[in-house]
C-alpha cells in the first residue's frame, strides 16, 4: 500500500475513513494524510469532516470531505463513486463510522436502539467491505481495515447493541478475508480498548462513572489505534489477512 513515511501526497493510494470527523477518524486521517495517502474523510457531519479535511490540506495532503450514512446504500455509493471521480481508485478503506448505543440492563434494553446501532456499526461495515471489495478485487489490490472493539471478543454489561455490532464487525472481518483471500486485497480489523474522546465520556455520563472507574488506567489515546490501522494498511503488513490486532494495552489478557 505504498510507503507509510512517505509524505508525497496521493503516492500511498487513496484513503477512504468513514466516521473520519470523529475523534478517532480524525487520528487516522492525519495518520495516513501524513504517510503519503490521499483521504476521503466520509461522515453525516459535514462541518466535522470538513475542519478534519483543513488539518489534512495543512500537511500539504488531498482530500475530499464526502457526506455519507455508512448505513445507506446508495448514500455509500455515490460517496465511494465520487472519492473515485475525483481522487482515483480507493485503494484502503477504513470502516471506522460507528454509534455506542444506550448503556441499559438487557431487559431494558431498546429495540430501536438496537437496530440502529446494528445499522451503523455492522450493516455499514458490511456495505462498505462489500463495495469496496467489488472494485478493488478486480483491480488486484487493495485493503481494507475494519475498527471493531475488545468488545468483539468479551461480553460488557449494558452494551447490547454495541458488543453485539462488534462481534459482528469481526465476523465480517473474517468471511472477507476469505472471500478475497489470494486476489491481492486483505482484509483486517483493529480492536481497541477504551478510547480517549466523545463516546467514553458519552458512555460514562450513561452509566453514571462506572465505566470511567473500570477502564481508565487501560485507555488508549487514538493515535495509538491510528498506527494499528496504518501498520495494517501498510506493506509491512502484506501477509497478514484475516486477523485482528487488538489495541487495548494489555487489558484483555487479565
Known sequence: M??????????AGVALVTGGAGDLGRAVVARLARAGFAVA????????????LRAVRALDGRGLAPCVDVADADSFTACIDRV?????PVTLL????????????F??????????VMAVNARGVFLGTKL????????????????ASTSAIRGRAGLAGYVASKH???????????????????????????????????????????????GRASRAMPEDVASGVAFLASDEARHINGE???????ATVM
Open 168 to 214: 459482528a464487525v469481526l465476523g465480517l472481518t473474517r468471511v472477507a478475508a476469505l472471500d478475497a483471500a489470494g486476489s491481492g486485497v486483505r482484509v483486517n480489523a483493529v480492536l481497541p480498548g477504551p478510547i480517549e474522546g466523545r463516546m467514553i465520556r458519552s458512555l460514562e455520563e450513561k452509566a453514571g462513572g462506572g465505566i470511567a472507574r473500570a
Open 94 to 105: 477504513v470502516n471506522n463510522a460507528g454509534l455506542e448505543g444506550d448503556v441499559a440492563a
Open 244 to 250: 485482528a490486532l487488538v489495541i487495548d494495552g494489555g
Open 107 to 116: 431487559s431494558d434494553y431498546s429495540a430501536d436502539v438496537f437496530d440502529r
Open 2 to 11: 505504498g510507503d507509510l513515511n512517505s509524505r508525497d501526497g496521493g503516492k
Open 41 to 52: 474523510i466520509a461522515d453525516l457531519d459535514s462541518a466535522g469532516a470538513e475542519d478534519a
Open 84 to 88: 473515485e471521480g475525483e481522487l482515483g
Open 132 to 147: 469496496a471489495l467489488s472494485r478493488m478485487m478486480p483491480r488486484g489490490a487493495g485493503c481494507i481495515v475494519n475498527v
